[in-house]
């Protein structure tokens, strides 16, 4: 039962690099999200997917991308690193809009 | 704007029971729910409410009133495991989920 799979756990990047954060999910699930944690505040949405091949912006979308090329996987690009970046991300799925979300363990990711 | 306030910390004793509220003012109501989120760890459903009322699970409960935009979370017979964020959630009308800050729960032996 691997559920939602985010790898890495850990990453440090200098200002002006890109990584991909990458996730996946073996339930089967539609929709997909990207949230970012920081501290003090609540999860903020980066990006989502209700299908292969749609994605759309959720409330803090500047400086990523996605793709969702297949039911299983929904990456998450950083392009150009800022400090602002700095933060938690965290990777969920659910099989419907309404139903509960199922988290991935996180990306520790700090931007120095 | 949209908004969830949920209080910041909160302590409890081990055995006892504790209640975490939860006020939203968010565009439209598909539906509240509570996840527990322990230190450096995911957040893990807990509790779903759509309807006016009392939905019991095991040691916790969750109330809603629509009406009031208020819900909470109860916690019966405090265990020391119990001690983490738990995460307050409105769905809006587009389906989107508007997440509080989270009440970190302290518990003492």
């Known amino acids: 039962n691997a559920g939602v799979t985010q790898t890495p756990k850990f990453r440090i990047l200098k200002i002006g690099q890109s990584m991909t954060l990458q996730c996946t999910q073996d339930?089967?699930?539609?929709?997909m999200y990207w949230y970012r944690q920081d501290p003090g505040m609540g999860l903020k949405l980066i990006y989502y997917?209700?299908?292969?091949?749609?994605?759309d912006k959720g409330e803090v979308p500047n400086g990523y991308n996605v793709s969702r090329s297949t039911t299983e996987d929904f990456p998450l690009r950083l392009e150009l690193a800022a400090p602002s970046q700095t933060s938690v991300y965290f990777c969920?799925?659910?099989?419907?809009?309404?139903?509960?979300?199922?988290f991935g363990d996180g990306t520790r990711l700090s931007i120095l | 704007g949209q908004n969830i306030d949920q209080p910041t910390e909160m302590t409890a004793t081990e055995g006892a029971i504790v209640q975490i509220n939860c006020t939203y003012q968010?565009?439209?109501?598909?539906?509240l729910f509570w996840y527990q989120q322990h230190a450096g760890e995911a957040p893990t459903f807990l509790s779903y409410?759509?309807l006016d009322g009392l939905e019991e699970k095991g040691r916790f409960s969750s109330f809603l009133s629509r009406s009031k935009g208020y819900s909470y979370l109860l916690l019966k017979e405090l265990q020391m495991k119990d001690s983490a964020s738990y995460l307050c959630?409105?769905?809006?009308?587009?389906?989107?989920?508007?997440w509080g800050a989270g009440t970190k729960l302290i518990i003492k032996p």
């Open positions: 997917s209700v299908g292969a091949g749609i994605t």
């Open positions: 409410n759509v």
């Open positions: 959630a409105v769905m809006d009308s587009n389906y989107q989920l508007i």
């Open positions: 339930m089967n699930h539609n929709y």
């Open positions: 969920a799925s659910s099989s419907r809009e309404e139903q509960p979300q199922h």
């Open positions: 968010t565009s439209g109501f598909n539906g």
